[in-house]
């Protein structure tokens, strides 16, 4: 018999056998209530049909199931099931009131047991992990030790800017460059020359575009290895290049540790040197190399896709909307001046930033109308949970809708028009939008609860002093003939299909 034959079987068989297993596990929940209702999927069929699907085409479908079933859905996906959640109330039951149960990870294909910080299950490896990036690089102390790598990044960007004013450009290839010379010396403490960045670069986003295929790895991970034999390949072959590629720059941060003392005042705490000093509790020893490439990997994948991207529907939304565009350019002259010279030295300073709300609500807006991430990572469950009168069983992943919440008509008034103003309290003494959703969720571009982005003040940090100087230093006008087209493709986040071109004209 064909070998392709074979294989195909003993694939149909295993997902069939999965889906059965997972239909019986869930019936046989302890509790009498029902899952969340959905439509009905045939096994090996709906295994095909999804696997061709992205998250765009799962969100629309998702949209229209929510009008027939109401806002909890379960969609058996062939190989799996998964619940999705989209509405704001069920969002701030699951994640902010009973947190402790919603922030599990089903285990993803991995050669290092789920040592990531997104990857590992809600207990003690995750909490060292998150706690160890929250209280080390993201503490506001490290955070602010880096505002000169931002001020030589921006010095960089402006730069390949300015050589490119006459011409229509391509900004987003700028906006990642820089988003990469930034996080590559947050991570390995060293500014890197343009080929190695470069050469990273182009690894991290071959590894991220990667990712969705590789998914399928973890859901029969010793059948897996078999029946993908070709993808199990790829993969290890990726995590053999990441090594030997980030493995020179560990070793060398080790040594400038080692001579530190002959330049102590120029020397800032990286991701490595945190990680250098960590030590699993159980095993009583210290992260080995390969760990550490991991967490560096994804470091950097967490911190520069979703900015840039975001960034680039920031931009472009000023250059769409030149009133808007004008507005911010006012509010930023106002705290500091209007541009004396050409100099790319002179900055909108990070100080400066706390003064203009008008730029944190278009950064608001831009998150809420196009966050990078339609659905947060998936979730599951600690043990069986009941939300909303359905059942949440262990063995399901849940979801949370956040891009179709940001766009409910019911909390946003015009939600598909860009409108910073809504941001806005003026002349209250009201808090600023508190971001997190720990208050009461409107949108979670960032997710909410345990599980949140520890990179949000970072983010946000990078997103206003980024969009702040742009402005600052340029007018940024569409050219002509050509109008900004908001239409979304998704790659590892959701990006422009068609990406942004501007005409950049320096302010002086
Ligand atoms: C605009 C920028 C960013 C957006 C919109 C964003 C969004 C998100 C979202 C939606 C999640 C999933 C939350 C969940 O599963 O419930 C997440 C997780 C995560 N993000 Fe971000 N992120 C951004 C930037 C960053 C940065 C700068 C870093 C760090 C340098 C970072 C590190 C992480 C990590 C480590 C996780 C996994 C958290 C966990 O599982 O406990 N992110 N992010």
């Known amino acids: 018999m064909e070998t392709w034959f074979i294989i195909v079987v003993t694939l149909c068989i295993s997902f069939f056998l999965k889906s059965l297993f997972d239909t019986i596990i869930s019936s046989n929940s302890k509790s009498k209530k029902k899952l969340p209702p959905g439509p009905y999927t045939w096994p090996v069929i709906g295994t095909l049909l999804w696997a061709r699907r992205n998250a765009i085409d799962l969100e629309r479908i998702l949209v229209d199931l929510k009008a027939k079933y109401g ?136 590894f991220l575009l990667g990712s969705r295929r590789f998914a399928v790895l973890g859901i029969f991970p010793r059948l897996g290895k078999l029946i993908f034999r070709k993808l199990w390949k790829e993969f290890n072959e990726q995590q053999q290049e990441q090594q030997k590629t980030y493995q020179p720059l560990i070793e060398a941060r080790i040594k400038a540790k080692e001579q530190k003392s002959e330049h102590e ?147 946003w008034e015009d939600p598909l028009e860009f409108k910073p103003q809504r941001f806005l309290v003026e002349g209250s003494d009201e808090e600023a939008f508190d971001i997190t959703g720990s208050r009461e969720i409107k949108m979670m571009p960032f997710g909410a609860g345990r599980r949140i982005c520890p990179g949000y003040a970072l983010a946000m940090l990078h997103l206003e002093y980024f969009v702040a100087n742009l402005i600052w230093h340029f007018q940024w006008n569409p050219v002509e003939g050509d109008d900004v087209d908001l239409s979304e493709k998704q790659e590892f986040t959701i990006v422009m299909k068609n990406p942004l071109r501007a005409r950049i004209c320096p302010r002086v």
Request: net charge negative; glycine share 4%.
């Open 265 to 411: 005042d120029e020397f800032v705490t990286c991701y490595v040197d945190t990680l250098l000093n960590l030590e699993w509790p159980d095993e009583k020893r210290k992260l080995n190399h390969e760990e550490i490439v991991t967490l560096c990997v994804e470091f950097l994948a967490a911190g520069t896709d979703t900015t840039y991207t975001t960034l680039q529907w920031i931009m472009a939304n000023l250059v769409k909307n030149p009133t808007i565009q004008e507005n911010l350019y006012q509010e930023i002259a106002s705290v500091v001046g209007e541009k004396k010279s050409e100099s790319t030295e002179e900055e909108v300073k990070e100080e400066d930033l706390q003064k203009m709300p008008y730029l944190k609500a278009v950064i608001l807006e831009g998150l809420r109308r196009h966050p990078p991430g339609h659905f947060v990572i998936p979730h599951t469950v600690t043990e069986e949970v009941e939300l909303n009168g359905y059942v949440i069983p262990r063995n399901l992943t849940i979801n949370f809708m956040l891009a179709d919440m940001a766009l409910d008509p019911n909390v």
């Open 71 to 206: 806002p909890m859905i379960t969609l058996n996906m062939g190989t799996h099931s998964s619940i999705f959640v989209a509405s704001h109330s069920l969002a701030y039951q699951a994640l902010i009131k009973q947190g402790s149960v919603f922030s599990d990870r089903q285990s993803v294909p991995s050669n290092n047991n789920n040592r990531s910080i997104n990857g590992a299950p809600y207990g003690p490896t995750w909490r060292l992990l998150r706690r160890n990036l929250f209280s080390e690089m993201l503490h506001p102390s490290r955070i602010k030790s880096y505002s000169k790598a931002r001020a030589w990044v921006l010095d960089i960007l402006l730069n390949q800017l300015r050589g490119k004013q006459d011409e229509s450009v391509k900004l987003v290839d700028h906006f990642q460059y820089a988003m990469f010379c930034l996080l590559v010396l947050m991570c390995f403490g060293n500014k890197l020359d343009e080929p190695q960045i470069k050469k990273i670069e182009n690894m991290q986003v071959k």
